[in-house]
């Protein structure tokens, strides 16, 4: 009798157990499935990773631009000679990081040549390069067109230069700094492939002389115009 009492205890013990570590795993298989039906939240939104730009991804934008000047000069001499800086086709590369859904942090990176004239004629020609960072505002973040504007500051590098009038060189400052703006829009194609139109001004500057003497001050204060395509990493 006694070992019919204990057999059964055990056996009640034994179906105790099972049915507690049936219901543990069931629990534990259960859980992966609601996680995979909720979709994460990003600053009150949900984020579909087949759309739009959220906070920490990366863009990198490779575009073909206009830099069309807008020269002018100060100063007692160079106003009177008329000088004029010429347009110029060239490849940009720019880099955004997205430090929240809606704000961005962008790099330019580019470099072009220009001609610059005078009623003396050609003046010859100058290496400028002028990386630019800007601070963004992305409109519509989640979706697949998405404006954006911004801010920030050009630095620009001016170098390379043979100007001279006349046979006697004409020295440049070879450093400027200027404000910058931006507009333009992202047009998502693919997953991680959009379209990118953009429209910048930016001021820039160059103190001018010529054999010690000062010519006054050439102001560049390009408009930049340009079309391409970006990634989203």
Not at 3 to 28: E, I, K, N, P, R
Not at 127 to 139: D, E, I
Not at 146 to 167: D, E, M
Not at 212 to 219: F, K, R
Request: net charge neutral; glycine share 10%; aromatic share 8%.
């Amino acid at each position: 009798m006694k070992h019919s009492l204990g057999a059964t205890a055990l056996a009640a013990a034994l179906a105790t157990g099972a049915a507690l570590f049936s219901a543990s795993a069931f629990a534990q298989s259960a859980a992966p499935a609601a996680d995979n039906a909720a979709p994460a939240k990003t600053f009150g939104f949900i984020k579909d990773s087949s759309q739009g730009i959220y906070a920490g991804d990366i863009l990198a934008r490779v575009r073909a631009i206009g830099i069309l000047p807008d020269s002018h000069a100060s100063g007692s001499v160079l106003p009177t000679l008329g000088v004029t800086v010429n347009n110029a086709i060239v490849p940009e590369l720019d880099f955004t990081y997205m430090i929240l859904d809606n704000v961005g942090v962008e790099l330019i990176l580019g470099m072009s040549r220009h001609q610059l004239t005078s009623s003396l004629g050609h003046l010859g020609g100058v290496n400028v390069l002028p990386p630019t960072l800007l601070l963004q505002y992305h409109f519509n973040h989640a979706g697949k067109v998405r404006p954006y504007v911004g801010a920030g500051i050009n630095y620009t590098r001016f170098w390379n230069s043979n100007l001279n009038a006349g046979g006697t060189p004409i020295s440049i400052k070879n450093h400027s700094v200027g404000p910058a703006l931006q507009a333009g829009v992202d047009i998502q194609m693919t997953k991680n492939l959009f379209f990118n139109i953009d429209i910048k001004k930016i001021w820039m500057k160059t103190d001018t002389s010529l054999a010690g003497a000062d010519l006054g001050t050439l102001h560049i204060d390009p408009l930049i115009v340009g079309v391409g395509v970006g990634m989203k990493f």
